[in-house]
């Protein structure tokens, strides 16, 4: 075969100027770089905190350092050192149920993002992170009548009804010992968001929290909790995004979802993390029988990022749909993915992924289905498209089955390639410029995505890939 | 060498069979680790193969590769000539094996591991009467020049009395073509590493793995086919049985390496799971660090359906009949891809452990052999 000389489609970076904006942190509480007893008391007792999330807390602190991180795992996060993270960052002020009564400066944040926009339009209620602690939460009234709770965890820990709901909850998806970065996270974990439906409850509207991290050489260690009761239906939004610095930033935040029997939880997350991010996060579902967890993906910032969502099919009859994209330029390396492990019998899970590289940047897919001795006539799909956008960029896809049920059927299948220049002939030949037909191939390839997304978020994510074709150049 | 019955030193070795990328360590899924007998070759001289093979990438990683090298009772090396088409099969026996197939040449390597107890090829073959398992090995390392056609046909088909480590290393130039059979029959442990580099243009390599679990065996299969050069082409195809308490791990990495602009490579995996208590991994890999390839891979994993049990015993066939049917395809290919007596012996002899002599000679009759495989 004679070599071939292929043009190659040229796709814009990321336009990041939406998010590549900081303010001065002057006047705002930073503890000291590093991870020691003495912060996490500190932030423990900022808190005000039961004794059991204090003795949690250490714990943990003393799993993180003894774990080690496994000398075979993924991209390098050598650039990542503790000695110069400050663990916690506070604007001064308090939670809001206004924006108004929100200061100028992160308020203004929050606008450009179009999160007050968002929900006034079509959100169920917002929570707004800024750096370490929530500075806004607002929940619709309809929803609270129906007995919805939406607040932060630490709110809830100082809520005699919820404390013991928290207590018996939290860090046991995810336990402390799951992984160096767990550890960590449960060692100094601020913010986040705690959200209990109860049952037969279906929320109309989404929830939203929003997390922006705008310290410099700082980390956000948010944790998630959402309980949904039986019968009940939620969606719940997570954005994220923060400002390019020249320092490391770290993510290492825990999301825990419980999903009762006949329940549905749709969890969306749109990260926009900077590229000097490290977004190490964890994220847990387990699901009841006859429940079903649905997941939306999309990846598009950070440096390094370790994120593989993870759904425990415990229940018969319970299933889980992953859909998620992930989108790696210039200096990222992205290591994401999913888990599913199917334990109840008649659970099925289906998984479908893409991954865009370009102008250098590494995506690795992993993910891992585990199909239990006791999950019979389980069903597992796991499909996963990578699209190579130049030849300086790389895509590995590491997918994992274990399977110990003979009457479970588990498909996988993955391709990798590029724009074919027949599809895109082909468009021409209907009257499409060559620009228009690449563009058509990419805004199709990631269509399965963004479909899942409420409009709003869609129109965000695609102005987030941004993937303005500018013709063909070699 | 023949097999012992007295205890020799033993060695623990791990990582074997590590593939380039890896996943979880707590699947337990990236490695695996053997004990296995040492010998001493001190004060012995050995006759190593020429240079240019230490090079070459082997599937059960170096570590596994240099402790069946330290264990082999010599190297030989076979070279087949430019533009020779050599009829006779080269039959890799108790030593660290070289090939070197020039220019144009075509050639067919066969290891084989049968289940009698006179071993008449591996390596090190060696057990003690404590365990009652003894340890058999094969080293094959081949370069195929360019235009070269390689066959490699390598069978496994021992009893769960032995352990069996089968590595096999090739490098591909311009052209050239590797066709590889690997039938892995039987044995308590086999663990089996192919690796294979396609550093020329347009060279092909095409792989078709069958294997079966049973009893309690263990089998550990990891295949690394590195694309290099230009317009490449790699199709992999791996399909087995896994019934009782089988445990198996297969690992598959096409390696699409930068520079390999056109290259295709496709890897599928079909596994049929009988029994509940078998553990069953996969885990097919694919890594691209090149745009214009194309690259997939699939894997399906599954008992026989329903409707297609309905099927057969409306057909008068039990389910246990059914399932044999597929065993049966299995030795079926088996015997008829075997290049000689010994192999096809061999083979039928496991058959007749699996099957039952009945169903064995079932087999031998329809192919018009008789039961040494004649």
Redesign the interface.
């Known amino acids: 075969m004679s070599e071939r000389t292929r043009k190659r489609t040229q796709v814009a970076d990321v336009d990041r100027s939406l998010y590549d904006f900081t303010y001065s942190e002057e006047g705002y509480e930073r503890y000291d770089d590093g991870l020691t007893p003495d912060i996490v008391r500190s932030i423990s007792a900022k808190k005000d905190e039961p004794d059991w999330m204090l003795q949690m807390r250490l714990a943990a602190l003393d799993t993180y350092h003894a774990k080690e991180m496994a000398p075979n795992w993924g991209p390098s996060i050598a650039g990542l050192d503790m000695d110069h993270i400050s663990t916690y960052v506070s604007p001064k002020t308090k939670q809001a149920k206004d924006w108004d009564d929100v200061p100028d400066d992160i308020k203004t944040t929050f606008e450009r993002l179009g999160i007050p926009e968002a929900e006034r339009e079509s959100l169920a209620g917002v929570g707004a992170q800024y750096d370490s602690e929530i500075v806004y939460h607002n929940m619709r009234e309809e929803v609270a009548k129906d007995g919805v709770i939406y607040t932060t965890i630490e709110d809830a820990l100082h809520d005699p009804q919820w404390e013991p709901v928290v207590h018996e909850y939290f860090g046991k998806l995810i336990p402390p010992a799951d992984h160096k970065f767990a550890a960590l996270h449960y060692a100094v974990w601020s913010g986040g968001s705690f959200v209990y439906v109860p049952a037969g409850v279906k929320v109309e509207y989404p929830l939203q929290s929003y997390f922006r991290l705008n310290a410099e050489g700082a980390g956000q260690f948010e944790h998630t909790l959402i309980i949904v009761e039986e019968g009940a239906d939620l969606h719940f939004i997570e954005g994220c995004s923060a400002p390019k610095y020249y320092e490391a930033n770290l993510h290492a935040g825990a999301v825990e979802l419980f999903v009762k029997d006949r329940a549905r939880l749709r969890y969306s997350t749109i990260e926009n993390w900077s590229k000097n991010m490290y977004n190490l996060n964890t994220k847990r579902a387990r699901v009841a029988a006859d429940a079903k967890m649905e997941w939306v993906s999309g990846s598009f910032g950070s440096h390094v990022s370790y994120l593989y969502p993870t759904t425990i099919l415990a229940g018969d009859r319970s299933s889980c749909e992953f859909s998620g994209i992930t989108f790696a330029g210039a200096t990222q390396d992205l290591d994401t993915g999913c888990k599913v492990i199917l334990n109840g019998a008649d659970t099925t899970a289906s998984v479908d992924t893409k991954s865009i590289s370009k102008d250098g940047g590494c995506n690795t897919f992993r993910s891992s289905v585990v199909v239990g001795r006791g999950a019979a006539n389980a069903r597992a799909s796991v499909s996963c498209q990578s699209l190579m956008l130049d030849d300086i960029s790389r895509s590995d896809t590491i997918p994992a089955m274990d399977v110990r049920n003979a009457t479970a059927n588990v498909g996988h299948e993955a391709t990798i390639g590029r724009i074919s220049d027949d599809t895109v002939l082909y468009l021409m030949s209907r009257g499409c410029s060559e620009a228009e037909a690449r563009t058509m191939v990419v805004g199709g390839f990631a269509n399965p995505v963004s479909k899942e997304l409420p409009l709003e978020y869609a129109v965000e994510m695609n102005n987030l890939i941004k993937l303005e074709m500018e013709g063909a150049i070699g | 060498m023949d097999s012992q019955t007295t205890a020799v030193p033993e060695l623990t070795l791990g990582r074997i069979n590590t593939p380039p990328?890896?996943?979880?360590?707590y699947?337990r899924?990236?490695d695996v680790t053997l004990t296995v007998p040492r010998h001493s070759r001190a004060g012995d001289v050995y006759f190593a193969l020429p240079r240019l093979f230490e090079g070459i990438e082997c599937g059960v990683g170096p570590d596994a590769t240099a402790w069946v090298e330290s264990q082999a009772s010599d190297a030989r090396y076979v070279e087949v000539r430019a533009g020779e088409r050599r009829e006779e099969p080269i039959v890799v026996s108790g030593m660290d094996t070289g090939v070197m197939v020039r220019a144009g040449a075509e050639a067919t390597v066969v290891v084989c591991m049968p289940s009698t107890d006179a071993i008449p090829a591996g390596i090190g073959t060696s057990g003690s009467e404590a365990d009652g398992i003894n340890t058999s090995a094969a080293l094959v390392r081949i370069i195929a020049e360019r235009d070269a056609h390689v066959s490699v046909l390598e069978f496994v088909a021992a009893n769960e009395g032995w352990q069996h480590i089968e590595s096999v290393g090739i490098v591909a130039d311009d052209r050239a073509r590797i066709d590889v059979r690997q039938f892995f029959l039987g044995a308590g442990t086999t663990v089996a590493g192919l690796a294979c580099s396609l550093n020329g243009h347009?060279a092909r390599f095409d792989l078709s793995c069958r294997y079966l679990g049973r009893g309690d065996d263990r089998l550990d299969i990891n295949h690394v086919i590195r694309m290099r050069g230009?317009?490449g082409r790699t199709n992999v195809s791996e399909s087995g049985v896994l019934d009782d308490r089988a445990r198996k791990t297969l690992r598959a990495t096409i390696d699409?390496v930068?520079g390999s602009?056109?290259s295709e490579g496709s890897e599928l995996e079909n596994?049929l799971?009988?029994?509940?208590?078998?553990?069953?991994?996969?885990?097919?890999?694919?890594?691209?660090?090149?745009?214009?390839?194309?690259?997939?891979?699939?894997?399906?994993?599954?008992?026989i359906g329903p409707e297609q049990i309905q099927y057969l015993r409306d057909r008068g066939l039990s389910l246990e009949e059914a399932e044999n049917l597929y065993v049966r395809a299995l030795f079926d290919d088996a015997l008829i891809a075997a290049p000689n007596t010994t192999v096809r012996a061999a083979v039928v002899e496991r058959a007749t452990e699996v099957l039952g002599a009945e169903l064995a000679n079932d087999l031998v009759e329809a192919l018009g052999l008789d039961r040494k495989g004649e």
Do not use: R, Y
Not at chain 2, 21 to 25: E, L, P, R
Not at chain 2, 278 to 288: A, E, G, R, S, W
């Open positions: 990328a890896q996943t979880w360590n699947l899924t990236n347009n230009k317009n699409l930068h602009a056109g596994v799971v009988l029994s509940d208590d078998v553990t069953n991994k996969t885990m097919p890999v694919i890594l691209c660090d090149e745009d214009d390839v194309a690259g997939n891979h699939g894997a399906t994993i599954g008992s």
